[in-house]
């Protein structure tokens, strides 16, 4: 899988040591990494063998390997060059979706398991969706959902020519079915990836602007928010270089100028004297 060229970078600018750049990732990018980068090296030592990390139904229900849940969504592969882009894509992409929550933990875990779900009721329906790794898909949703919110920045390919970020997932599928062994595999990775990423934008994003508010089931329910606490928000915005390139990313969450578009619903920090039980996210608006 091919992925960007420039090194991850986490929200409070270039850290001293990788133990910083860790920490500065937010909290669920951290465990989605630290799972991927965990598996692909137990791999690379012989200590993980694929077989039981894989997605099967069978093995789920009758011999309950619950497990295989997450692992088939977070492993990316054998160490390799494709493994390693993978990394970097989570990093980049997790960690600057997760900052446009601005600190609402909870909830951006929330997106993600709604994606997982969707993802697997798709396979199980459709069978050009059904593959034994969803890390690719999963990794694509939030490619998706980024350059749909920001279409409109200029994305640097390797320095040599620029395109809007609007164009960029189709330019990372082309690219990746060009490099695999497999191109059709990874064409309906991807497209399951953006069918999802695109379903939870227009729910998300596009909808609200045309009726009451937010489907309740995309909003993370209390007994899932008294989980997993909020966090602290250092920044409202995501730093460092975009997959392929830098990108001014965050640019328009404060204006108007785009359509709407990139206007962050999250941008409201958490409010801890705020009712139990009640959202206090900040005004629906309309952000594609």
């Known amino acids: 899988m091919m992925g ?5 970078g986490g929200r409070q600018g270039p850290a001293n040591s990788p133990s910083e750049w860790f920490q500065s990732l937010p909290p669920v990018t951290r465990v989605w990494f630290t799972l991927a980068a965990g ?21 789920i229900t009758s011999h309950f390997q619950v497990w295989r849940l997450f692992t088939a969504f977070s492993f990316v592969g054998k160490l390799d060059f494709g493994s390693i882009m993978m990394l970097i894509m989570i990093v980049q992409y997790s960690n600057r979706l997760e900052s446009m929550y601005n600190g609402h933990t909870a ?3 929330w997106v993600l ?10 396979s199980l329906v459709l069978p ?4 034994f790794f969803f890390s690719v898909p999963l990794v694509m949703f939030t490619v998706w959902i980024f350059c749909r919110r920001l279409p409109e920045i200029p994305m640097s390919i390797f320095g040599l020519f620029n395109i809007q970020s ?3 997932p189709w330019f990372i599928m082309l690219m990746n079915m060009l490099v695999s062994q497999d191109g059709i595999t990874v064409f ?18 596009v909808h609200p602007s045309t009726s009451k508010g937010r489907l309740w089931i995309l909003q993370a329910p209390l007994w899932f928010r008294r989980l997993i606490p909020n966090e602290i928000p250092r920044q409202s915005a995501a730093s460092g270089g975009a997959v392929f390139g830098r990108a001014p990313f965050g640019r328009d ?3 108007n100028n785009n359509g709407g578009r990139g206007v962050n619903p999250y941008a409201r920090p958490p409010d801890t004297t705020r009712e139990e039980g009640r959202h206090n996210w900040g005004p629906g608006r309309r952000l594609g």
């Open 128 to 131: 050009f969706f059904h593959f």
């Open 107 to 109: 909830q951006y875990a």
């Open 188 to 205: 309906y990775q991807c497209i399951l990836g953006y069918s999802v990423g695109h379903l939870y934008h227009y729910l998300e994003d």
């Open 39 to 59: 598996m692909t090296l137990g791999h690379f030592l012989g200590l993980l063998d694929p077989i039981n990390l894989a997605f099967m139904p069978s093995a």
């Open 253 to 255: 969450n404060n204006n």
């Open 113 to 122: 398991i709604m994606a997982i779900v969707t993802m697997i009721l798709l």
């Open 166 to 168: 609007a164009h960029l």
């Open 4 to 8: 960007g060229m420039n090194a991850p």
